[in-house]
């Protein structure tokens, strides 16, 4: 299907959970004096790197948007900037730097591993407005908390990859997860309900790197799905995620364009199409990517922002959550056949009307988060 528009249906809207409502909406500043008053803002990032191709890069890019509408510098040491870890050991220091002189209006922790930390500093920093994105902090009336349904899109990620093998009669779909908890039990969920719905004689097969690190331990975890027969992926572990699109590419690249044995993978939370870019055998441009689960981490940074320095509300204490209907996770289409894309829109509006629930937590799950 060659378009690159989101499958996206219904309007914009913020679904608030928690002790109150609460509206997100956008404000864009465009004179130099509202951006004079702008928040600025310091982003508090998981292990990874900003440049992770995932969670930490999506929140990050959200922030420099934000910066250049509200004409603020963004950058390390800049009135927009993040803090990076290289282990979680880290994290309390990064929050300490980010505390420091009060100088960052709000302070964001970006992934769920962040919440002991944040909830740490927000008890020592009560006039401080925090913002975890991915977990929920309880009971603390200066943190906002953002959450992400993204078993909806993991669930039309599965109907996309279930349509596919069933026209090539396959019989397996692969799933790599980073590390158990309450967050990658809602990918792995949703994305099994996706492939069930679709065709239930198919199987899905699983395995978790315990990492979103390990990019080596991701490619040999594909590498082996790959040799037994599985054709597509999904991979929801963060930096493992690329050693699996390495994969996929190396073995791609020795085949012809149009081989039948052609294999995909789907990305995760920012547009991975172009982390499966390559040549094949007879030198066509190409990608392994078939579509990519997409997380609007970067939205949930700006919009927190933009309404604070429209009317200086800021939704402490409550959590807010972004869904299909909101807009704040979709699946990419650009790499989807016809069937395919109307297979996945079809999925999506019952999923908004509700005709469709999607777990969030895979039969036999330790966790149990609802939101």
Excluded at 143 to 167: D, H, I, P
Excluded at 351 to 360: A, E, L, Q, R, S
Aim: no cysteine.
């Amino acid at each position: 299907m060659n378009k690159s528009t989101k499958i996206i249906i219904g309007v914009a809207a913020v679904a608030v959970v928690g002790v109150g409502i609460y509206a997100a909406t956008t404000h864009k500043s465009s004179t130099a004096t509202q951006a004079n008053v702008a928040a600025k803002l310091g982003l508090v990032l998981d292990v990874g790197g900003v440049d992770d191709h995932s969670f930490n890069q999506s929140a990050w890019e959200g922030a420099k948007q934000y910066a250049k509408v509200n004409q603020l510098q963004a950058g390390q040491n800049k009135p927009v900037t993040y803090f990076t870890a290289s282990d979680h050991s880290d994290l309390d220091q990064n929050f300490n730097l980010a505390t420091k002189n009060k100088q960052y209006k709000i302070v964001y922790g970006i992934g769920y591993s962040l919440n002991q930390p944040i909830t740490k500093s927000a008890k020592l920093n009560p006039k401080q407005k925090f913002v975890l994105v991915d977990d929920i902090v309880t009971n603390r009336p200066n943190v906002a908390s953002v959450m992400f349904r993204s078993e909806q899109s993991s669930y039309l990620a599965g109907v996309a990859a279930a349509t596919k093998a069933q026209k090539n009669n396959e019989k397996k779909i692969g799933f790599i997860g980073g590390i158990h908890g309450n967050i990658i039990d809602a990918f792995d969920a949703g994305f099994e309900a996706g492939v069930k719905a679709t065709d239930s004689s198919l199987t899905v097969e699983k395995q978790y790197a315990n990492s979103f690190t390990d990019s080596a331990k991701g490619k040999t975890i594909a590498a082996a799905m790959y040799a037994s027969g599985i054709k597509t992926i999904f991979a929801a572990a963060g930096f493992v995620g690329n050693g699996a699109f390495s994969e996929a590419k190396a073995e791609n690249s020795k085949l012809t364009a149009d081989s039948k044995d052609r294999l995909y993978i789907i990305g995760v939370d920012r547009d991975q199409k172009s982390d499966g870019a390559y040549t094949s055998k007879d030198g066509k441009k190409a990608t392994s990517t078939l579509a990519s689960s997409i997380t609007s981490v970067g939205d949930g940074v700006k919009n927190i922002a933009e309404t604070y320095n429209k009317n200086k509300t800021f939704p402490g204490g409550k959590t807010i959550a972004y869904g299909l209907k909101e807009n704040g996770v979709y699946l990419t289409d650009s790499e989807l056949t016809a069937a395919e894309a109307a297979a996945v829109k079809k999925a999506q509006k019952a999923i908004i009307n509700g005709t469709i629930k999607v777990p969030n937590h895979p039969k036999g799950s330790q966790f149990d988060q609802k939101f």
